[in-house]
């Protein structure tokens, strides 16, 4: 059984900073590309990051771009995405997303991704 499991999430204050993680069991994604989404009650889930299969290719949403980094470790069946200058905004689920068959669906889209992550709640407090 496949499964993705979140951590790290919690509350800060705005301009702290958070780690999740997100560790991959039943299955090695170490030649996929893996993501983070973020969703707030009632609305869409939004792209947030994404990384290909070694890490060397890396997306980010314009909104996150240059706060947060996104990294895996494939030894360890596990992505990361490291959140610095965290703002109210950001508050949100946050999930963890992988890819395991062929998809011509942009890499910001849900529907590129097979296995999805439980969520893990970030709030920001200002």
């Known amino acids: 059984q496949v499964q993705l499991v979140e951590s790290g999430g919690g509350l800060v204050q705005a301009g702290g900073s958070l780690r999740l993680s997100c560790a991959a069991s039943?299955?090695?994604?170490?030649?996929?590309?893996m993501g983070w989404f973020r969703q707030i009650q009632g609305k869409e889930r939004e792209f947030v990051s994404a990384?290909?299969?070694?890490?060397?290719?890396?997306y980010y949403a314009d909104s996150v771009k240059g706060r947060f980094t996104i990294s895996r470790d494939n030894a360890k069946n596990t992505l990361y995405l490291q959140m610095n200058s965290l703002k109210p905004e950001d508050t949100a689920v946050y999930y963890c997303?992988?890819?395991?068959?062929?998809?011509?669906?942009?890499?910001?889209?849900?529907?590129?991704?097979?296995?999805w992550g439980q969520g893990t709640q970030v709030t920001v407090s200002s």
């Open positions: 997303a992988a890819q395991a068959t062929f998809t011509r669906a942009p890499v910001t889209s849900t529907n590129a991704y097979d296995y």
């Open positions: 039943g299955r090695s994604f170490s030649n996929d590309r």
């Open positions: 990384c290909s299969w070694s890490g060397g290719n890396t």
